[in-house]
């Protein structure tokens, strides 16, 4: 059970590492990284139920709050860009140096 | 085999592939809460109902509900109304619908034969997840509240309009 579930958390770190690498809008890459945060709280719960313990839930609240900062630093930004640049596309971005 | 397990991580490999695959944000976010319902069933079935709690309150009520904002501040203006018309039409929201409903019915299924830990896991429960925390964990309890705390006043800096940035901004 506990190879099924870190199989599942994988396949889905894998998917949002694709998102990340395939979408250019950056609210889109905001989500494909919480995809990521919570597949690897996933794997970390998976790996705590195979032993029974409790740590893998308590790792796993912790990701939780990161994941909470996380996204609202990150909306603030994305906030910010489309107020001074009108546009999400990372691309585009990337255009300005410094 | 465990199929209450399969069948909720096919709905979530499912819903996060239509996630990453979507144009429209709004169609994304409905998705990604799928994949978010659909992740807590798993951890609900692996003997973490606690946890399967959290992920549905915090990640899929409050960040979620942070991202909704968000989507809705960036198409201010006149035409908005025409459009969410035209983002919710019906075969739009059909599919994460659905998904939702084999969810549910999946929930109640476990709920009703044999509660949570169907999978022979062992279920820790609230109690031993909040003694582990506050016990051993608890430096990190302490680290997680000034990362919110940062957190909060970084988001409030960003997000602020006459904030510094934005006036260097404006100048250059």
């Not at chain 1, 809008?25 to 790996?47: D, P, Q, R, T, Y």
């Not at chain 2, 501040?73 to 998904?99: H, K, S």
């Amino acid at each position: 059970m506990m190879q099924q579930g870190l199989l599942l958390a994988a396949l889905l770190f894998a998917i949002g590492l694709a998102g990340v690498l395939i979408r250019r809008n950056i609210l889109f890459m905001l989500m494909s990284i919480e995809i990521m945060l919570n597949a690897a709280g996933l794997a970390f719960v998976a790996a705590g139920a195979g032993w029974g313990q409790p740590d893998g839930q308590v790792v796993f609240i912790f990701i939780l709050t990161m994941a909470g900062a996380e996204v609202a630093i990150g909306l603030a930004l994305v906030l910010q860009i489309y107020r001074r640049f009108r546009t999400l596309d990372a691309d585009e971005l990337s255009r300005m140096k410094g | 085999m465990n199929v209450p397990f399969f069948i909720a991580a096919a709905v979530a490999v499912f819903s996060t592939l239509m996630v990453i695959t979507r144009r429209n944000a709004v169609h994304a976010l409905l998705y990604l809460i799928v994949s978010l319902l659909s992740v807590a069933v798993v951890l609900f079935v692996i003997g973490a109902p606690f946890v399967a709690a959290l992920e549905v309150i915090i990640y899929a009520g409050a960040i979620m509900v942070l991202f909704v904002f968000v989507v809705m501040i960036l198409n201010i203006g006149p035409r908005t109304a025409n459009q969410e018309g035209v983002w919710m039409a019906p075969e739009m929201w059909v599919g994460p619908a659905f998904l939702s409903t084999v969810l549910l019915g999946e929930f109640a299924y476990i709920l009703t034969t044999s509660g949570g830990g169907s999978a022979g896991m062992r279920v820790v429960d609230a109690a031993e997840v909040g003694v582990s925390l506050f016990v051993s964990y608890l430096l990190g309890v302490e680290l997680a509240s000034m990362l919110l705390f940062a957190g909060v006043v970084g988001a409030y800096h960003l997000g602020s309009r006459g904030s510094r940035i934005a006036a260097k901004g404006g100048r250059k």
